[in-house]
């Protein structure tokens, strides 16, 4: 349904009340500014784009009501205008929608309304090209298949004018077949999840179950979210992001989890002027909103409330800031998810042969946590399904969705402890394999020394005509494998990226999954050159060096 949630009709802006939602679908007609300022106050009227548009019809009544005989008393216009763009402090698009009408107040009552109505007809065409470009890119980012997807307030029709930014997000994933279940978060303390959220997808018959905010950080952490879809109300220059409070808990939990956090919002709802979220004026509300419900008091008489309506998400937690001019802000940090990067990347490791069978893991650090390969699956086949998220302190597995984390976690836990790294690639490539296997002892920590080839570069050590790469004892123990690992990097802090398994390939480490996975494509690439070069290195005592050079 694309009808608009606004209608200007004989002199008054009809709208929906939206407490009376869901059981009741009372019409609000407001014919004066105050009712105007009244029912975005009550949140009658909420929703950043909608109590934009409709103070921009303040702005029209404000007009008729100070004209006389045709002439306008523009000082009294004005002063309603300020008025009405002072209802909600914190929703930047009420000021802006204000501010853009009130430009007309000399020209009469119908030029304002006739820019009004332009407003509210852009408003439609602006959400939903936001919310294609958003639809766009959680499909990138996320698995090809039916998404799992969470929102926190509302976002649709009745927060804009028609269509919505994040609820129009997700319908248009629904008109793609790309949506399995939304979870809808209540939102305390005024449930607008479960009152319109709820309501407004049960109306466009998209599937969703709908949860307590407390249980968002729990669903991801056993694998029911995809992707975070959520609006705002105000972007600031540096993306830091005002919105129903609860969104930065959410925020919080996505990035832990290596889950995208997606904000779709018009451009009107970016404040260039506003450096940082630090400047944001956070509105409170009435203590009755929290002792209480539905009349019903739920806290003892006089208890302190703190209550404000919004909090402010910092934009290193954002992934990305969707309007309707495409992805404005990025944190490419956060990106790709590492589940759907690591299951590409293992894809085709196994189709060049280097991840055979089910041998082979890779994992992509977070934080505190990473994100690795579950055991026993053929690499061929991954998906993002396939992951299993650990502890690096430990190795401990926190999510698992019936899949156990791959045998050589604690080499990968244990390279993230000893050094910066932020993903590691074991890879079971031949030529690398096969040298590793040679000068490697039974029971302590050997090198090879490599001289004089080009590729030395692109391995990541510090002398580009030479490099000591160590070889690790295959113990049956694997995580005493980690423990010679963890104590060898520990030991040596300049030591080279990379390291040999005897006879069980090799692991390689970066700052990005893309740079591991080169530099071990680079190790194989230097120890096929070696073999076929035909070079015959002379083996010395398992403490020393073995060189392979030229001569």
Known sequence: MDDSSLIWDDGALVTIDQRGLPHEVRELRLRTVDEVIDAIRVLAIRGAPAIGIAGAFGVVLATAAHTVDGVIDTAAVHADADRIAAARPTAVNLAWAVRRVRAEVERGADAVLAATLDLLA????????????AADLVQRLCADRPLRLLTHCNTGRLATSAFGTAIGALRVLAERGAVANVLVDETRPLLQGARLTAWELAEAGIPHQLTIDAAAAWAMATGQVDCVLVGADRVTANGDVANKIGTYPLA?????????????????TRDPHMGTGRDIVVEERPAAEVTGFGGVATAPAGTAVFNPAFDVTPGDLVTAV????????????????????????????????????????????TGDTAVITGSGLSKGELTERDMVTVRVADSAPITDHGRKPSAETTIHTAVYRATAAQAVVHIHPPYATALATRPGALDAVTTVRITDYELIKGLGGTDPAAIDIPVYPNWTDVPRIGADIERHLTDHP?????????????????????????RAECLEALCELISRTGRTPAFGERADPLEIGLT
């Not at 852009?122 to 470009?133: F, I, L, M």
């Not at 919080?252 to 009107?268: D, Q, T």
């Not at 300049?494 to 080169?518: E, K, V, Y």
């Open 122 to 133: 852009e408003d439609g065409r602006v959400n939903r090209a936001a919310a294609t470009h």
């Open 252 to 268: 919080l939990a996505a990035r832990h989890h290596g889950i995208p956090f997606i904000v779709v919002a018009p451009e009107s």
């Open 322 to 365: 969707v309007t309707e001019l495409g992805v404005v802000h990025r944190n490419t940090d956060l990106q790709p998810l590492p589940g759907n990067e690591i299951a590409g990347i293992a894809r085709g490791l196994y189709q060049r042969g280097w991840m055979p069978g089910t041998a082979g893991n890779i994992s992509v650090r």
């Open 494 to 518: 300049g030591a080279p990226p990379i390291l040999f398994i005897a006879g069980h390939g090799i692991t390689a480490w970066g700052d990005n999954l893309s740079q591991a996975r080169d």
